[in-house]
């Protein structure tokens, strides 16, 4: 019982840390990645059609390279 505990945390790490990087690319909220945790067939139904159908903020310059924003909201990678 114990090692599934186990197997079940580190599989489910092994998909939360590429979610969370590519939602935080996208400029959209990482938290946004714990969908896959409630539910993993509709979580992940639902957080890939928000990636394929909805608007990406770092496309229209409102984010970084990496997709974090500066306090201020403005592009901190530019130093503006």
Excluded: K, Y
């Excluded at 019982?1 to 945390?9: K, Q």
């Excluded at 979610?19 to 957080?47: C, H, N, Q």
């Excluded at 990636?51 to 990496?66: I, Y």
């Amino acid at each position: 019982m114990e090692l599934e505990l186990w197997i079940a945390a580190v599989s489910s790490l092994m998909v939360m840390i590429p979610l969370w990087r590519i939602t935080r690319r996208t400029g959209r909220d990482p938290w946004l990645s714990l969908l896959f945790l409630g539910t993993p067939p509709i979580g992940t139904l639902v957080f890939i059609a928000i990636l394929a159908f909805g608007r990406w903020p770092a496309e229209h310059g409102t984010g970084t390279r990496d997709g974090a924003l500066a306090p201020d909201g403005s592009d901190a990678a530019d130093g503006r």
